[in-house]
């Protein structure tokens, strides 16, 4: 199918003030992230309104700004599947998020498709087509692209607005239009989250830090951000997401000491020892106020046995009603749910209580835990086995 070939800056602008009075745009990339410290962006496929389609050559462009800049101004719905890739690179380039995205792959989720659904799988499920993909490994830094590899890259846009249109029709026959619309809005915002709020602490393994450590960390943290970004390499290759927690355990600057660590002997990490030496000391003099705060959780014995129970309860209700449970709360939402209840309503508002999902099981869960609602197995036989029964008082 022809497309149009976007290689210049100038063509660019010219095809952004096309793309920004377009209802409808289908967007997806092709990105290399392996060996850089930021995703290497190489193309950008699009489909308007009105069916045409075209390819960026993101590699030929001096400045893709004015592109994402259009993406984030436009009123119209911009049409995604798993586009968290697609709103970083236009969050890094802009500040700003578009505010009108239908991901097929959430909305998919919302009518009972699995999730996280792959793309073929929708266009197979959806439209009854089988695409054929064999460029999955392909590196797109490459020049000249094949035939074959512009032909997969396009491929992931053609049938986005199809597959868009079965799914918000099966959603508004559900009632649960404004389901997706609050879903996106919650994943823009945790998309933004995620890129800008405190993000040394998802370094796994720091849980058991005190206030110290934590400094420690933080601290190896933005060296290491630095360190790759100066060095334009993934961070893992800079250091290790456990060496810094272990050397955060350590709480030494001691050169000789940090030189013990296994996993340190890299000749590229043996020369980089008094750096991190450096910035160990300066977290270990910096006063006890200006440490990060460690976050305690009191332990609830009963919180393992209670998720269990209320998970699976969880999975029986989204069965019957439609919906990918993945989708609705992971066994951690649940216990997140639980312990916000047994605490008496301390701390933030768990995801589960929260919207379509408080409507769909989290009213449930408080009756639940309050015994004012009991569980009864109809019959073991059936797809949905379970009944939840009003306990009328005595």
């Known amino acids: 199918m022809p497309h149009l070939d976007i290689t210049t800056d100038e063509a660019l602008r010219d095809y952004c003030g096309q793309l920004a009075r377009s209802p409808h745009v289908g967007l997806d990339t092709e990105f290399v992230s392996e060996y850089s410290y930021q995703p290497v962006l190489c193309l950008v496929q699009l489909v308007d309104d009105r069916g045409e389609t075209a390819m960026i050559d993101a590699l030929k462009i001096g400045d893709m700004t004015p592109f994402w800049e259009t993406l984030a101004d436009r009123d119209g719905e911009l049409i995604v599947h798993a586009g968290r890739g697609e709103m970083e690179f236009c969050l890094r380039a802009t500040g700003r998020l578009p505010s009108n995205v239908f991901d097929v792959q959430i909305a998919a989720g919302l009518v009972g498709i699995e999730y996280p659904a792959n793309y073929n799988a929708l266009i197979s ?39 868009r249109d079965v799914l918000a029709s099966r959603l508004a026959s559900l009632g649960r239009t404004e389901w997706l619309t609050d879903e996106m809005a919650s994943w823009l915002a945790q998309v933004s989250h995620t890129l800008t709020q ?56 001691d050169l000789k000491r940090i030189g013990t660590v296994r996993g340190l002997e890299r000749g590229d990490l043996r020369r980089q020892l008094r ?34 129970f209320l998970y699976s309860a969880l999975g029986s209700v989204c069965r019957e009603r439609l919906l990918s449970p993945a989708l609705v709360g992971s066994p951690n939402d649940v216990r997140e749910l639980i312990a916000y209840r047994l605490r008496g309503r301390q701390g933030r508002l768990p995801k589960l209580a929260e919207g379509w999902r408080a409507e769909l099981v989290g009213h449930l869960f408080d009756e639940l835990l309050a015994g004012t609602m009991s569980v009864r197995i109809t019959d073991a036989n059936s797809d949905h086995p379970l009944a939840f029964d009003a306990i009328k008082p005595a």
């Open 275 to 308: 750096h991190i030496a450096r910035h160990i000391q300066q977290a270990l003099v910096l006063p006890d106020d200006e440490c990060p705060q460690k976050i305690t959780v009191e332990p609830i014995p009963q919180l393992a046995v209670l998720g269990q």
């Open 198 to 253: 405190d993000r040394w602490r998802r370094v796994s393994g720091n849980s058991g830090l005190d206030h110290r450590s934590l400094a420690i960390l933080r601290e190896l943290w933005q060296w290491r951000e630095d360190e790759a970004a100066r060095r334009d390499k993934p961070v893992r290759h800079v250091l290790r997401d456990d060496l810094l927690v272990e050397l955060a355990k350590r709480k030494t600057a």
């Open 125 to 163: 499920k959806l439209l009854g087509v089988k695409p054929s993909k064999h460029e999955t490994r392909t590196d797109w830094r490459r020049r000249p692209l094949s035939s074959r590899q512009i032909t997969y890259a396009m491929d992931d846009v053609h049938h986005l607005r199809a597959m």
